[in-house]
């Protein structure tokens, strides 16, 4: 279990909040208000989320809240009490282990700068957990909230369709 108290200006303001992170249970100090984004990045060191727009519009900090995509910008500590987090960290099955969206990206090259890609492969996951076969105009709606500014998404499109087949052979059904 990870179980830290943070320093704090007030510590006033602090509140224990305990949630499950990447599998592991987590209990933390930190004031209420805290966004998410930031206790990821700052006090337990996963900076494979992103901090992007920082208001919620281009998906560079998507992580799982209960197997949904939500944006760890707009997503205050207090709301996590209880909840599920998976960050592009866990989204894989083990340090060796790549989940089927990370392996399809990288085999279609899926990104260029790489700066949105833990976002975008975040939301595809979420899509592919709920829909294992989306059609084209789904997985262009899953990831209608993440903007990538370098590839012009042909190859993250590529990306996930490779998912979905990675998907199907190891169901074997593809």
């Known amino acids: 279990m990870i179980e830290r108290t943070n320093p704090l200006p007030a510590a006033a303001d602090a509140a224990v909040i305990s949630f499950t992170l990447n599998g592991e249970p987590v209990r933390l100090a930190v004031p209420p208000a805290r966004r998410l984004i930031d206790v990821l990045r700052h006090d337990l060191l996963l900076t494979g989320t992103k901090i992007g727009c920082e208001i919620g519009r281009c998906g560079a900090c998507m992580v799982l809240v209960d197997g949904r995509p939500v944006n760890a910008c707009l997503t205050m500590m207090y709301q996590l ?8 960290e866990g989204l ?3 340090a060796e282990a790549l989940h ?3 392996r399809a990206f990288l085999e279609e090259g899926g990104f260029q700068c790489g700066y949105c890609t833990p976002g975008m492969i975040v939301s595809a996951a979420a899509l592919l ?4 076969d989306p059609t084209d105009d789904e997985i ?3 990831l209608s909230g993440n903007l990538c500014r370098c590839t012009g998404y042909g ?5 996930v369709r490779r998912a979905v ?4 052979e190891a169901d074997g059904t593809g």
């Open 165 to 168: 087949a990675i998907g199907r």
């Open 100 to 102: 089927a969206v990370q």
């Open 140 to 142: 262009v709606e899953a």
């Open 81 to 88: 009490e209880g909840r599920r987090v998976t960050t592009i």
């Open 155 to 159: 190859g993250i499109l590529r990306a």
């Open 129 to 132: 957990a709920e829909r294992p």
């Open 92 to 94: 894989a099955g083990g």
